[in-house]
């Protein structure tokens, strides 16, 4: 086992080059960057852009001073942008440089764990991923958690009942939560619970209330489930599905295997039967499938649910990155869950063992 983890340790590292190159040239090829947006918001507003850039990478080239309407030595919005200032932006962004010297620049700083700053915040990637981790952490272990609660009891009375009446109204309510994203029923709850059109049940945003730091402990916790009630009902809606019908299907498998019909020839009952023998070995790809699971629901799943809900989240602040090319946080972000997300998976492969010790990844040679 232990030759096995280190080859897929080992595999890891031109997995994550590999990743970072395709997302990094992708970003390069797009339109726009963070140079063209602040040259964008200086002839629309202004000063405050300019003090924006001034507070982000330091004094302007020459140390030219902003005015209050505005104006600096080296720019008039009526007159255009002097060359030598969009030089000093593109040296202060480090696009001075070239594309693949950025990158390996890039890759080596990230060899040590040094992320760099965010280009508008002011602030380095790394203390506001620590920053939003928790709301993120939050949504993920909750969705995770009432999934499997729901999703394998379901899955496992729908594979002993198949063909019943439970079986078939359940497969319908399963097919319409697998259709309908899970930002749609965000929607569509919010439209119905949090004062769309109807009732005003629920908040409309954050998790929690603005006097939360006033309240007992007791109040802390209800109000930390008021406001997290939504998002996360949205997000188990649109993600228990597909594990029910896994489970479903993994112990309808297994039910018609050779073994299930000896063990009922030497007289066990049903229960024992499912829980004794079939259990174990149908479980065995849900439980496994757990860590990549919860990866997928905390760093992809949560992003529009955190966007709809105003959530200050890992996913809201990937989302405004992409959205005002701040690099360093897209990059330092995408380089830190695909690292994780690959180690999930390592972690989910050693599962398999945990469930069933009869697996031996050790014994093949791939």
Not at 236 to 259: C, E, P, R
Request: aromatic share 12%; charged share 15%; net charge neutral.
């Amino acid at each position: 086992m232990g030759a096995y983890i280190i080859r897929r340790l080992l595999l890891i590292i031109p997995t994550l080059f590999g990743i970072m190159v395709i997302n990094f040239v992708v970003i390069q090829a797009a339109p726009g960057g963070p140079v063209e947006q602040v040259l964008a918001e200086l002839q629309q507003v202004g000063g405050a852009a300019a003090e924006r850039v001034t507070r982000a990478g330091g004094e302007l080239a020459g140390g030219a001073q902003v005015s209050s309407r505005g104006e600096t030595t080296k720019y008039r919005g009526a007159q255009g942008l002097d060359p030598e200032f969009i030089k000093e932006l593109e040296r202060r962004f480090g696009f001075d440089r070239p594309a693949h010297e950025r990158f390996f620049l890039m890759m080596k700083n990230y060899l040590t764990f040094d992320f760099g700053s965010s280009f508008f915040r002011d602030r380095s990637v790394v203390e506001l991923v620590v920053e939003k981790m928790p709301v993120s952490i939050s949504l993920g272990l909750w969705t995770t958690l009432i999934v499997y609660l729901v999703s394998i009891p379901l899955g496992i009375v729908k594979a002993v009942r198949d063909g019943s009446r439970f079986d078939v109204a359940t497969s319908g309510a399963i097919v319409v939560g697998y259709a309908i994203p899970s930002f749609l029923f965000a929607v569509l709850l919010l439209v119905l619970l949090a004062g769309g059109s109807y009732v005003s049940w629920f908040p409309l945003r954050g998790l929690t209330s603005e006097n939360w730091g006033e309240l007992s402990l007791a109040g802390k916790v209800l109000d930390y489930l008021w406001h997290i009630c939504l998002p996360v009902t949205a997000m188990v809606i649109g993600g228990f599905a597909t594990l029910t019908m896994l489970t479903k299907n993994s112990f309808l498998d297994q039910i018609a295997q050779q073994y299930v019909v000896t063990a009922r020839a030497k007289g066990l009952d049903e229960k024992g039967v499912l829980y004794g023998h079939v259990f174990r070995n149908a479980m065995l790809i849900v439980i496994a499938g757990f860590p990549s699971a919860f990866v997928g629901i905390l760093f992809t799943g949560s992003v529009l649910i955190e966007v709809i809900f105003s959530l200050d989240g890992l996913g809201l602040l990937g989302f405004e990155a992409a959205i005002n090319r701040d690099y360093p946080v897209m990059f330092g972000t995408l380089f830190f869950f695909s690292l994780l997300g690959l180690l999930m998976n390592l972690v989910g492969d050693l599962m398999y063992t945990v469930v069933d010790p009869r697996i031996d990844f050790e014994a093949r040679k791939a």
